[in-house]
């Protein structure tokens, strides 16, 4: 095992650490209580103090933040002085003395249980304790095929794509004996955090859920960090690591192309540079390359007759914004964050809506994290793993499962929602745009949408109803809400469908990304097939951790109906799918053989369980918004309808009787140790 492996360097034990106590009580001081508690059972391995201190640490503070979202009539039980005192001399005794004993280790079940329940302020059922052990950092992901032997040297990977993925798809690689290289089409790490460089780019989902649970880090200055700062948390990332010498950019991947009779993948890169071409081979091909990498425009004539200047969210360039007439066409979560950025900057700012979405007002956890939480998640033993666990249980399936799913019986009598839950997210947002522009005023009626909460991707406020926030931006006198279809570009700027021109100095389209499940690669798998001809009409499925039959050793990350749209989770998905590929890599180590394919059976038996399961999605059921979780035949391709736990059970250990596995006597030629990199 490499030193500094994710496997040696996360393990359940955290150091000891001897603090001033000074530093200590100040910031212990605006600790939560319940993590106060739990922190101290770990650092004195007293189990006592649970039964003295669980009922008078109060109610988590995500547990009020749950009853703030769906405005619960429940009364939060506060903490006890007296108990948060004692919580803290213990923890200032223990942890200001050489003499400290090892910290706990949870290695018991049923106790991750009880202090779960605590830091939830309700009972965790036990199905998620294994997925929240790992996913909160207490252990990493747990090798289910047992690895009595290392890969063979003629087993190397191509990872695509140098996003989040990308990433934790190299580090495992690493951790685990396997030859990898990664490529990536753009000049540097990120991904969609390198490419989305507008003004006010940030994560929408909170930073201590969107990231990596091997690497969760304590040093967030925004609970939803700016883009830059998370392209800077992966490139950190890559560098601890030390996985970059692996990575090549302007390197995009143009043609794939499996030879049968050397079981090997032989892929054709673009240098984006040099315009040059190469040829490489590997053994199995993990794609991480996303399914959003080309900028989608509307069906509008005339784009190349504007005669300022125009640009589009996705490839952003300094442009002079300042005293200018401005349009942003698109209201998704790119155009209401560069909306919320320059407003107070143009001279007349025109916002063209084609659908209204549901925003959720920024209230709940925003804004910056406050020097004492970041101290007490650097040093804290064990804080930053609770309050981890804490950001997960609140967007995950507990939370966000039951707005995603429907009740056909309040259906009947709730034309706008689809179940209890679902309807409490829908009058949040409600009460946030009432509460912003009256209720039944002009903009009122204009940002209302038609559908449930949930049925297309909701998004965030930036801000409150304040300077820097959306809903604030739209109701400044230098803005204009236009919801009137866009009919053509001239060069005066834009012209509605009501013969209204749009006089513009310039145009931001923030008309989002097209849907690309590998579709820009020509992709030819065993006997000749073409993915793009099996996926023919927008139609892409998969079997679990991107496996398709005639494609072997091929595995697709960020393929279809692998979002976790009820969540936000896509660290943890990307965690969970290349946990399932690199299991299914050491099974076919442990076989001895060359290939990996999924079976037409086990393939066909998950997609039929999925599109049933489906069935009672909010996206089968509201076919009002316009999304494209959606293809042209109305089949749901991109969100998963599973719980997160159910996907991560199905994702722990391949089935081998769903495989077929495959051998050749044939080697590659190997080219500088390696099989076969040829000009």
Sequence with gaps: MPEGSIRSRMTHQVPKVLLPEDDLRHHLRAAEPALLLLCAVHVTRDLSLLDRYADQVGMSEIMKLR??????????????????????????????????????????????????????????????????????????????????????????????????????????????????????MEPGLGGVWWKSRYPGVAVDTAAMFYSLSWELSSDWTQFFPLGQEYRAYLTALGEKYDVLDHFHFNSEVTRMEWLESEHVWQLTIFDTVHHTTRVVHATAVITGAGHLNRPKYPDVPGREAFAGEQLHTSRWRDVELDGKRVAVVGVGAAGIQVIAAIADEVEHLTVFQRQAHWVIPNVLVSGAVSDSERWLRRNLPYYLHWARFQAFWLNGDETGYPIMRVDREWMKTHPTSISPENDSAMQMCL?????????????????????????????????????????????????????????????????????????????????????????????????????????????????????????????????PNTAAAHAGGHAFMTETINHYVFECLQLLAEHGASAIEVSEEAHDTYNARLDEVMLDSIWANDRRADTYYRNETGRIILPTPFRLVEFWEMSQRPDEESFILHSTDRVPELVDGHPGAVS
């Design 67 to 184: 009853l703030r979202w769906s405005k619960q009539a429940a009364v939060p039980t506060e903490a006890s002085p007296e108990a948060v005192a004692q919580l803290v001399d213990v923890l200032c005794s223990t942890l200001t003395n050489d003499d400290q004993p090892e910290y706990l280790v949870i290695d018991d079940r049923a106790l991750f249980g009880r202090m779960a329940d605590i830091a939830a302020s309700m009972h965790v059922d036990s199905k998620y304790h294994d997925m929240y052990l790992e996913q909160s950092g207490f252990v990493p992901d747990q090798r289910a095929v047992p690895p009595t032997r290392t890969p063979p040297e003629r087993l190397n990977l191509a990872i695509l794509g140098a996003g989040m993925t990308g990433l934790d798809a190299a580090v495992k690689a690493r951790d685990r004996g396997f030859d990898y290289e990664v490529f990536e």
């Design 431 to 559: 009460r946030y745009i009432n509460d912003s522009f009256g209720e039944g005023s002009e903009l009122a009626q204009k940002l209302t949408p038609d559908f449930a909460f949930g049925a297309k991707r909701a998004i965030r406020d930036p801000e409150d109803f304040a300077p820097g926030g959306y809903y604030y931006a739209l109701a400044q006198p230098n803005t204009d809400l236009v919801t009137d279809a866009l009919t053509r570009v001239v060069p005066q700027g834009l012209v509605t469908a009501d013969g209204t021109l749009y006089e513009l100095d310039v145009i931001i389209w923030a008309t989002g990304m097209t849907v690309d499940y590998l579709s820009t690669i020509e992709i030819i798998g065993r006997d000749g097939v073409r993915l793009n001809e099996v996926w023919a009409d927008n139609n892409p499925r998969t079997y679990l951790g991107g496996t398709v039959p005639c494609f072997p050793n091929l595995f697709i990350n960020d393929g």
